[in-house]
Every structure is written in C-alpha cells, then in structure tokens.
C-alpha cells in the first residue's frame, strides 16, 4: 500500500516558536520523492522541497529545515521562529513512478496557525 | 514565466447543468494533472495527461466526469449533470516531465459550487 500521513491534523502556535510538523508515508518501492507543499489562504500550491530516496541528508532552507529518515518512513518539517506568515495548510507527498508518470500521493494536510 | 493558469476562477451552478474548467499549464511542460480537493481535505488525483493522451483516468469518480486536452497545452475538465457533491475546488498540476523527481506546479485552482 501506498500512503502519506501527516499526524498532526491542526496546530497553533504563536509566533516565534518552532514547529515540527510530522509526515509518515508507506511504499515498497525503493526509489521515490517526497515533497512538501505549502497552500496559503489564496489557495494556490507553492512547491518547497524534493527529497530522494537515497538521499537522507537533512536540508536545511532559511527559517526551513526537514528531516528524512528512511528508517522510521518519515519526512518532517520544522519551522524556526514561526511568523505569521506561515499560516498555510501544509501537504507532504510521495512521488511514484506508477504506471510510467509521476504519481503523486498527498498527506490529509496540516493546518498551521500562527498567531501574533 | 508565466505559471498555470485556471479558469475561472469560481464557477457557481445549479445541479444538473454541465460545467467545464480549464487549465493553461506552464509552457513546455508536457505532464499535467488534474486533482479535487474538498473542503477541508486534501488533494485527490483525479486524471493525468502525457502530451494529449491519457494513461491514467482511475482518478475519475463517475462517467460524468470527462478531460481532454490539445497537444501539449491547454486542458478542459468536464462534469456533466452536476451533484452538489462535487462542490470542491479543482486544482491543475504541471510538470516538466513525468519523471517521479518532477515537482508538480499548481495553479489557483476553479472553486466549484453546486447550488
């Protein structure tokens, strides 16, 4: 089976404070990515991250950091001194090649709140 | 560069009445991808398109559901017969290719709502 669970359904928190948002994913295949997405209010999708499979080195983006550990199937998110402009729903994915094309399998979403 | 564009923007219609949404990808991009996403919710794929063809429509929930697309450009999703159930906001996707290490970009998405 393949699947993507993102554990924490809503947080809040308020701003300047990290936050670690966690995803789990399940596949037999050996190669895959993992993504993270971030939805704004205004809805569109901004793409923030492409991990491989074979690549476990965390990486580390401004305020953005992400952890990949291949043993525990996970690929969490943290965000350092959180603002208010953090608020999003946040999607982790897993990315396939099924079928010949990129198959991309989406977490439920994590509601971040960041209040001031 | 321009990114994916959808149109329109919000859509509101009584049931029953046929509806069509379309997506502009970004140029060049030869993968594209059509998802719902309720209220709430997260994304759910519903087909995707290599060039103009279609391999995979399992995504599709009902045969009222129809996509097409011209070349390697724009894509029209089709719901004939609308239910209030597919009140959702329907996303387009690109991609470069159609390798699993694309990332997909998205556009704004079409806000349906079936009266």
């Known amino acids: 089976a393949q699947k993507v669970t993102q554990v924490q359904t809503e947080i809040s928190v308020v701003e300047k404070e990290d936050v670690t948002l966690d995803c789990v994913y399940e596949?037999?295949?050996?190669?895959?990515?993992l993504f993270w997405y971030k939805q704004p209010p205004s809805g569109e999708l901004v793409f923030l991250i492409r991990?491989?499979?074979?690549?476990?080195q965390n990486e580390i983006s401004g305020r953005y950091s992400w952890n990949f550990q291949k043993s525990t199937s996970s690929f969490n998110f943290t965000i350092t001194a959180s603002q208010v402009v953090d608020s999003a729903v946040y999607f982790c994915a897993l990315s396939l090649l099924s079928g010949g094309y990129n198959k991309l399998i989406f977490g439920a979403g994590t509601r971040l709140a960041v209040h001031p | 560069g321009a990114g994916v564009s959808q149109s329109p923007s919000n859509k509101v219609t009584e049931k029953g009445k046929d509806v069509e949404l379309r997506c502009d990808p970004i140029s060049g991009h030869t993968a594209l991808y059509w998802y719902r996403q309720r209220l709430g919710q997260g994304l759910e794929f519903l087909i995707y398109?290599?060039?103009?063809?279609?391999?995979?429509k399992s995504g599709l929930p009902s045969d009222r559901f129809s996509a097409e697309r011209t070349g390697e450009s724009v894509s029209t999703l089709t719901i004939q017969r609308t239910q209030q159930e597919d009140s959702a906001v329907y996303l387009c996707?690109?991609?470069?290719?159609?390798?699993?290490?694309?990332?997909?970009?998205f556009g704004d998405g079409t806000r349906l709502s079936i009266l």
């Open positions: 398109f290599q060039g103009n063809s279609a391999p995979d």
């Open positions: 991990r491989n499979s074979f690549d476990e």
């Open positions: 596949t037999r295949d050996t190669t895959y990515y």
């Open positions: 996707a690109s991609s470069l290719g159609w390798g699993s290490d694309q990332p997909q970009h």
